[in-house]
């Protein structure tokens, strides 16, 4: 195998993991109360925050009940509401579909690499502001950002691979 040819393997084997992973993150914005109830019952944190005082509760729990409250409430009483979630999901699912693109022809559309590089530097801010003004805890905003650094990684490496594959050594 040539090394042109293993680069654009190892390239179409991150691109697909990226998409993979917008695809995901993307079907989970959709069921977001079934996902948190489950969560809530898998970790055993109602029964964490309601035992007890001897012990404090852990703040993690504290807040993915708060979290729990407020995502039952606004499915009985706004249910419109998720329809932003749904569109987020879209955006996800067209952001997987164009880098099909980088998949068919990772050269000729590293253009691709670079948008999704300058999205995942922008997750990071994004997070870190808007987490701040709607009250998001400060460890949950670092859990969002690391979205941005393992989006990040893997289309850094497409990008160095298509630029050496663009300039041959």
């Not at 991150?14 to 489950?38: Q, Y």
């Not at 022809?105 to 709607?134: E, K, S, T, Y």
């Not at 950002?145 to 298509?162: D, E, H, N, Q, Y």
């Amino acid at each position: 195998m040539t090394r042109e040819q293993t680069l654009r393997r190892r390239i179409k084997f991150f691109t697909w993991f990226f998409i993979a992973g917008l695809v995901v993150s993307g079907a989970t914005a959709i069921p977001l109360t079934t996902e948190l109830n489950w969560l809530v019952k898998f970790t055993g944190a109602r029964e964490l925050v309601e035992r007890p005082a001897s012990t404090p509760a852990p703040t993690w729990a504290i807040w993915l009940l708060k979290v729990q409250s407020s995502l039952n409430e606004t499915t009985e009483k706004h249910p419109i509401l998720f329809y932003g979630t749904d569109w987020l999901a879209f955006g996800h699912f067209v952001i997987a579909i164009a880098f099909i693109g980088a998949l068919r022809d990772p050269v000729r559309n590293r253009w691709l690499f670079d948008f999704g590089l300058i999205a995942c530097v922008a997750v990071i801010p994004f997070a870190l502001v808007f987490g701040a003004v709607r009250g998001i805890p400060f460890w949950w905003r670092l859990i969002d950002c690391s979205f941005g650094v393992s989006g990040f990684l893997p289309l850094w490496f497409c990008r160095k691979w298509t630029l050496q594959i663009e300039k041959p050594a």
